[in-house]
């Protein structure tokens, strides 16, 4: 099989002749530590390459919008912010800390009440044609390569988040839900946007999702989460589904989500990641809900990867593959980034262990 295909007849629950398999970081962006080790050790092939990942991914063009729009949103920090160079096009300040890829969020609305004032905030142009400009293209040429390939339509409530404060947001969750609305609904329509105009381009995965839970359950409650996302969660994958029906949809969350995983099929979910070992049994998850969902990731990055042995890695993918790849729909990956502890043989002992363990 080559990539695509093997990819697809995974998703489709489809035996095929080894698992999917590729690094997360290839499908949303590689952090500075780990980019830094690959590009030591791979070139002068890039990683998708050198370890013949099964999936990448396209990305639309930056926004031409200027930086300097913020500036009155951005306080007595605001000249800092902006040469800083750190500001998105979206406002956020993502003030670069002393360790690795870690960032402090500094959201541009947070503490901001006025309601009218709100709503004059500058929001970016994702919708606007030249940011799609080749996106067609690329993955067509993806294609005839043979690759899977993915695209990141964005987040809801992180980027809702991001820009109001997580303290905030919670708040106005509670307190003042028609602001809250106005901050899913506007995140909301630029990712329903970029969703469909990825599924136009022909993406085989639509990528979304938002940290929903921690390693203890949910961050908020069931109730709170089906009235202020669900709902636009759907119109995504419905987006995405009227562009391209056999487009999939992929959700991430991180931490233990087991609650919503009824209402993510319900809402149309096609893949669900990380399901982070740490706190989900992937095997216990495959058995519930393996019937309606397919999943991506499910290798430990804060144990197995970062600080196991080779044979160790090597034992926990064939555990994941027996365990969850029988009868299709796995996509093996590592739950998350990899972690800058995390040593080359560990990564090369997870493909060896992923190319050489037999499909169950």
């Known amino acids: 099989m ?32 780990i980019e830094k080790l690959l590009r030591e050790h791979c070139t002068p092939e890039s990683p998708r390459d050198h370890f013949g990942m099964d999936i990448t991914s396209v990305e639309f063009h930056p926004s031409k919008l200027p930086r300097s729009r913020f ?48 709503k004059d905030y ?21 294609h005839e390569r043979g690759f899977a390939v993915a695209g990141y339509a964005g987040s809801v409530f992180e980027q809702s988040w991001y820009l109001r404060g997580l303290e905030d947001l919670m708040m106005d969750m509670l307190a003042a839900p028609e ?11 630029l990712q329903q946007f970029a969703a469909e105009q990825f ?16 390693q203890r359950g949910m961050l908020m409650r069931l109730d709170l989460w089906r009235e202020f996302l669900k709902p636009r969660l759907a119109a995504t994958v419905r987006a995405v589904k009227q562009a391209r ?13 087991e609650a919503a995983i009824p209402d993510l099929i319900e809402a149309g979910i096609d893949i669900l990641n990380p399901i982070q070992p740490e706190c989900m049994d992937p095997a216990a998850i495959k058995r519930k809900f393996g019937d309606r969902l397919s999943f991506w990731g499910s290798v430990s990055v804060q144990r197995t990867m970062p600080f196991g042995t080779p044979d160790e890695v090597r034992s926990e993918v064939r555990a994941r593959i027996r365990d969850v790849g029988r009868g299709g729909g796995l996509i093996l990956a ?15 002992a997870f493909f060896e262990a992923a190319d050489e363990t037999p499909m169950a």
């Open 179 to 189: 602001t809250a609305h106005w901050f899913f609904e506007r995140s909301a329509a």
């Open 71 to 118: 500036t009155d949103w951005l306080g007595a920090d605001a000249d800092a912010a902006l040469a800083s160079g750190q500001v998105d096009e979206w406002g956020v300040w993502w003030r670069m800390g002393d360790f690795h890829h870690f960032a402090h969020v500094e959201s541009p609305l947070q503490g901001l009440h006025d309601f009218a004032r709100l």
């Open 245 to 257: 029906p056999e487009t999939f949809v992929f959700y991430h969350s991180d931490g233990n989500v």
């Open 199 to 214: 599924a136009r381009a022909g993406v085989d995965i639509v990528i979304t999702g938002d940290d929903i839970a921690g």
């Open 334 to 348: 590592p739950a998350h980034v990899l972690g800058p502890e995390t040593p080359w043989e560990n990564i090369v």
């Open 2 to 33: 080559i990539s695509r295909e093997r990819v697809l007849t995974a998703l489709a629950h489809k035996p095929t002749d080894r698992v999917p398999r590729l690094l997360y970081e290839e499908a949303i962006g590689y952090t500075p530590p």
């Open 122 to 142: 500058p929001w970016p142009d994702l919708d606007q044609p030249y940011r799609w400009q080749g996106v067609r293209e690329r993955v067509a040429t993806l």
